[in-house]
């Protein structure tokens, strides 16, 4: 099987390409290498790397050659602070680029996996047929994308399926995102910003457990535009995920309340039709702690970024 990984030098992206290694397949990745993808995060795994943009016509080219049977599309802007700070690459990236492999999908025939999230459908508790109530500008990009997925099953019969997860954590995430944030900060004795009174409830999946879903499903895909869930099954407040980390690392986390973010939506919650085991939330933690504890080399480089440093770092 030909598989092409669109985003597979970021987190889950490279989390994937460690899954297909361990089928021994090789994939091709084609990442921009923005901010947020590194070729550090590939390290040790078999792949071919082209550098590329998703927006551009000449993904077209490059997928025409490589003839993939399976293109998953990780590619994409991430971080919902930055698309508060600054959304238009949100538009580009998630809108456009997924038309963009849309496009080449129904051209050459190969089937699309394409990767939303749990934010699409707001602050609410949701099965895969609720409806889709974004309130980022990240949110709002990744709902546009899928709609086009729907849109492009349903006009051009392209084969795909859209997966859902929640949130993710584990090893290889940028530094902006809550849980290494959080990492790092306390390994280098700072205090962790907690937006608003830190009740907002979110739900965690590791994110191998992640890849590994993924690869299951596409073995038993329809191909016919299925939506699927997936949860971590593990609901905690922030406040409740810092004592739990706390735990893990053996010290009191420092935490400062700041202000919060606009739009903060309080919970997230999916139900899903899947049926999967899952890392629990303080072994995920402790394997996530060891990782950055003993990969310093990975994410000193990182430490000037804006998202990390700030603790309202969305204010312009
Ligand atoms: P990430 O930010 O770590 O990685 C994104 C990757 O996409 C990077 O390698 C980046 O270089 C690449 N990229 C960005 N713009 C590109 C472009 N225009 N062309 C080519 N490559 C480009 O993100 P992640 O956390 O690995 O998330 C992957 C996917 O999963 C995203 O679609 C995200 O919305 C979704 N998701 C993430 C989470 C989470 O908790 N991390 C949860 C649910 C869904």
């Known amino acids: 099987m030909k598989v ?19 089928r021994n397949i090789k994939p091709l990745v084609i990442d921009l290498l923005t901010y947020a993808g ?14 590329a943009d998703i927006r551009d016509y000449k993904l077209h080219d490059i997928l025409r050659e490589f003839k993939p049977d399976i293109v998953v599309n990780f590619a994409a802007e991430s971080h919902v602070d930055r698309s508060i700070y600054r959304p ?21 025939g190969f089937k699309y996996v394409h990767i939303s999230t749990d ?20 949110s709002a990009s990744k709902a546009s994308g899928d709609m086009f997925v729907k849109a492009y099953s349903r006009t051009y019969g392209v084969e795909n399926i859209i997966v859902r997860p929640s949130n993710n954590y584990g090893p ?31 739900d965690w999946i590791y994110v191998e457990d992640t890849a590994k879903i993924i690869w299951d499903l596409i073995k038993k895909a329809e ?31 420092s935490i400062k309340f700041v ?4 739009g903060h939506d ?23 702690y060891e990782w950055y504890n003993q990969n310093k080399w990975w994410w000193e480089p990182l430490l000037q970024d804006k998202f990390f440093k700030e603790d309202e770092p969305w204010k312009v």
């Open 266 to 288: 309080r919970i997230y919650c999916m139900s899903t039709k899947l049926k999967y085991e899952v890392t629990s939330l303080s072994e995920g933690l402790k394997k996530t």
């Open 172 to 202: 290889r995430q940028f530094p902006e995102k809550f849980i290494p944030k959080a990492i790092i900060r306390s390994l280098m004795n700072l205090h962790v910003p907690v937006y608003g009174d830190g009740s907002q409830e979110r």
């Open 38 to 51: 590194r070729l550090e995060n590939l390290k040790g795994t078999k792949h071919e790397f082209i550098k």
């Open 259 to 262: 202000d919060d973010r606009p």
């Open 88 to 108: 238009q690459d949100f538009v580009t990236t998630n809108v456009m680029g997924t038309v963009n492999v849309l496009e080449s999908s129904r051209r050459l």
């Open 119 to 138: 934010e699409v459908y707001g602050e609410r508790c949701a099965d895969e047929l609720s409806p889709l109530n974004p309130s980022s500008p990240y």
């Open 223 to 253: 191909w016919k535009g299925e939506v699927y869930n997936l949860p971590g099954g593990q609901r905690v407040t922030n406040l409740e995920l810092l004592k739990l980390l706390g735990r893990v690392i053996g010290k009191d986390i």
């Open 4 to 22: 092409a990984i669109l985003g597979g030098a970021g987190f889950i992206g490279s989390a994937f390409v460690r899954e297909l290694n361990n």
